[in-house]
């Protein structure tokens, strides 16, 4: 098995949005994330407030302040993981799903059976991930699942469905919608809590 037990995602409170990017993704991976909100200093220091406890719930993993060069928030940080290893506090993390907007999730729920019809695969990823990855053209994907897949060409007729329908339908490419879907959930996790 691969996946590691948690990981720690590095975000730059001096630039939030950008950075939050990434970690839709790892929400995407289903996998066990703190997150350690840096330089947090500079953005109390805008005056700016932000609501860690309610963005992490939005989340669906614990964000930690933290100023690494001066070691401010770091053993938080290293309970929080600790805490989240041993599995102690439900509160803490949850599993979501980013809600991509229906038309896109119909397009998840359509191509993501043809994925997990693979044991292998699904025994060593989030299938709904590679799904998600694979509707965007990611290339490390295509050939994972080019590797690993019996049923390659189901995939990609799927795929190819998907990408036919939501441009006739949203007038843009699929890849360019699943990115506008991810900052339209960033832009509104941050609304409610910055």
Same mark, same amino acid.
Not at 67 to 92: A, M, N, W
């Given at each position: #098995?691969?996946?590691?037990?948690?990981?720690?995602?590095?975000?730059?409170?001096?630039?939030?949005?950008?950075?939050?990017?990434?970690?839709?993704?790892?929400?995407?991976?289903? =996998?066990?994330?703190?997150?350690?909100?840096?330089?947090? %200093?500079?953005?109390?220091?805008?005056? #700016?407030?932000?609501?860690?406890?309610?963005?992490?719930?939005?989340?669906?993993?614990?964000?930690?302040?933290?100023?690494?060069?001066?070691?401010?928030?770091?053993?938080?940080?290293?309970?929080?993981?600790?805490?989240?290893?041993?599995?102690?506090?439900?509160? =803490?993390?949850?599993?979501?799903?980013?809600?991509?907007?229906?038309?896109?999730?119909?397009?998840?729920?359509?191509?993501?059976?043809?994925?997990?019809?693979?044991?292998?695969?699904?025994?060593?990823?989030?299938?709904?991930?590679?799904?998600?990855?694979?509707?965007?053209?990611?290339? %490390?994907?295509?050939?994972?699942?080019?590797?690993?897949?019996?049923?390659?060409?189901?995939?990609?007729?799927?795929?190819?469905?998907? $990408? $036919?329908?939501?441009?006739?339908?949203?007038?843009?490419?699929?890849?360019?919608?699943?990115?506008?879907?991810?900052?339209?959930?960033?832009?509104?996790? =941050?609304?409610?809590?910055?």
């Amino acid at each position: #098995d691969l996946m590691p037990d948690v990981v720690i995602n590095v975000v730059d409170a001096s630039n939030i949005e950008r950075n939050l990017y990434l970690t839709t993704q790892l929400i995407d991976m289903n =996998l066990r994330v703190v997150m350690a909100l840096n330089m947090y %200093d500079e953005l109390r220091h805008k005056g #700016d407030k932000l609501d860690t406890v309610q963005l992490g719930y939005l989340l669906g993993m614990p964000v930690c302040p933290t100023v690494s060069r001066s070691g401010e928030g770091i053993s938080e940080l290293f309970d929080t993981v600790i805490r989240i290893y041993e599995h102690q506090d439900p509160k =803490l993390a949850r599993h979501i799903h980013i809600n991509h907007g229906a038309e896109i999730e119909l397009g998840i729920k359509h191509v993501q059976p043809y994925i997990a019809y693979n044991e292998k695969l699904k025994a060593q990823y989030s299938t709904r991930y590679l799904t998600i990855k694979y509707l965007e053209g990611d290339k %490390d994907i295509e050939k994972l699942l080019k590797k690993d897949c019996s049923n390659i060409q189901d995939i990609a007729n799927a795929r190819s469905d998907e $990408q $036919q329908r939501i441009q006739a339908l949203m007038g843009t490419s699929l890849e360019s919608a699943i990115v506008d879907a991810k900052y339209a959930f960033i832009q509104g996790a =941050l609304a409610e809590t910055y």
